[in-house]
């Protein structure tokens, strides 16, 4: 017999497909400034699951809340792992622990050193992300430097990528936001099609003193190449970014 998401009120979204992997049980850490790390306990009525088909992909949990609005959680898979069986009362269910992690603790498993010559910190943050193929960091970042004091900077330690990228925002009491958007579907209305397309470890670079305002003029700026939509999905999109109220309006 199938099992079917469809009316659960926790659906996990994989590259196996959307019925391959059931929720069980999450557990989570989260801290200001850093990098999140999930746990999850799936079920499956497949035994043989291929780990490399979920390594380093992206995995999705979509939790429905009281008020039919639908939270998100999501990250890459760094761990995997087949912990026995376990019997239902229509048929035996295999169990499986992932392990996921934002793309930026990626940046942990690498190392090098580096010298950067009369650079802003933005400029090194950008330089960095765009080198390791996160060129998303762009649509924050850019435009954003209000401090623009060059420096001459020679990293005469081995540092992990990570550590290293951590250290250029602090010297702007810059943040780091992660956000956790809906799988990627055709059916995806525009603004929600924007809202993933931002990417859930979009960075907020922003000096802690830009108004609400001059956030939402830089998303503007940004996405003015993404497809047509209302006013009113403008709307949508930033009171999703900013967790605004329904009756708060950004103009």
């Known amino acids: 017999m199938t099992y079917i998401q469809g009316t659960r009120l926790i659906k996990v979204y994989s590259p196996l497909g959307p019925d391959v992997l059931l929720f069980h049980d999450m557990t989570g850490r989260e ?35 009281p008020d039919d609005s639908v939270r998100y959680f999501n990250g890459v898979v760094c761990r995997f792992a087949q912990l026995g069986a376990t019997e239902d009362e229509r048929r035996t269910l295999v169990r499986y622990r992932v392990t996921l992690r934002p793309w930026l603790w990626l940046l942990t498993r690498t190392a090098n050193c ?26 924050i970042l850019d435009n954003a430097r209000t401090h623009r ?14 550590a290293e990228l951590a250290h250029w925002p ?56 993404a497809p047509p939509f209302t006013p009113e999905q403008m709307q949508k999109l930033l009171r999703h970014i900013y967790k605004l109220p329904k009756d ?3 103009k």
């Open 149 to 162: 004091h060059a420096m001459e900077v020679a990293a005469r330690e081995l540092l992990s990528e990570i």
């Open 31 to 65: 801290r200001l400034g850093g990098l999140f790390s999930y746990e999850l306990d799936l079920l499956s009525t497949v035994g043989s699951l291929n780990p490399d088909q979920l390594l380093g992909d992206r995995l999705d949990v979509a939790l429905t809340l």
């Open 248 to 250: 708060k309006t950004v």
């Open 114 to 139: 580096r010298i950067f010559q009369k650079k802003t910190a933005p400029d090194i943050t950008v330089l960095r992300y765009v080198q390791q193929g996160c060129h998303w960091i762009t649509l």
């Open 170 to 225: 602090d010297l702007e009491a810059t943040t780091v936001e992660f956000l956790h958007t809906p799988p990627y579907s055709p059916a995806l209305n525009p603004a929600e099609y924007l809202i993933h397309w931002v990417r859930q470890e979009t960075l907020y670079h922003l000096p802690c003193t830009f108004t609400l305002q001059e956030k939402a003029d830089r998303v503007r700026h940004h996405l003015a190449q």
